[in-house]
């Protein structure tokens, strides 16, 4: 079972950029597909982007594709959420997921192993 660490959250101001990480161990992470999602106080769990084992293939939630970019480093055994022209509205807790399901690839991430997030807060 692979144990995922979230990192690089942070209070910031609307209009800038931030980069969140998840360091993971304990299994081979080749293995994975990875995705980042996020909760916002009384919110569902909303999903935010994946990336496919060999990095060939990338999936954003709608309207995200173009301000977040998602990308892995296979040497490193990392996952990173870039964050561009972050606004109030992308204030949450931000979770990444692992998963070796072959399933639809949503679904599959939500069944997988999380992390226990990293908050990020967007001032205005």
């Known amino acids: 079972q692979v144990q995922l660490v979230e990192s690089g959250g942070g209070l910031v101001q609307a209009g800038t950029s931030l980069r969140l990480s998840c360091a993971a161990s304990g299994g081979t992470f080749t293995n994975y597909r990875l995705g980042w999602f996020r909760q916002a106080p009384g919110k569902e769990r909303d999903f935010v982007a994946a990336i496919s084992q060999n990095e060939n293939y990338t999936f954003y939630g709608e309207s995200l594709k173009g301000r977040f970019t998602i990308s892995r480093d296979n040497a490193q055994n990392t996952v990173y959420l870039q964050m561009n022209s972050v606004k109030p509205d992308d204030t949450a807790v931000y979770y990444c997921?692992?998963?070796?399901?072959?399933?639809?690839?949503?679904?599959?991430?939500?069944?997988?192993?999380w992390g226990q997030g990293t908050q990020v807060t967007v001032s205005s």
């Open positions: 997921a692992a998963s070796t399901d072959i399933g639809p690839l949503i679904s599959a991430l939500r069944r997988g192993s």
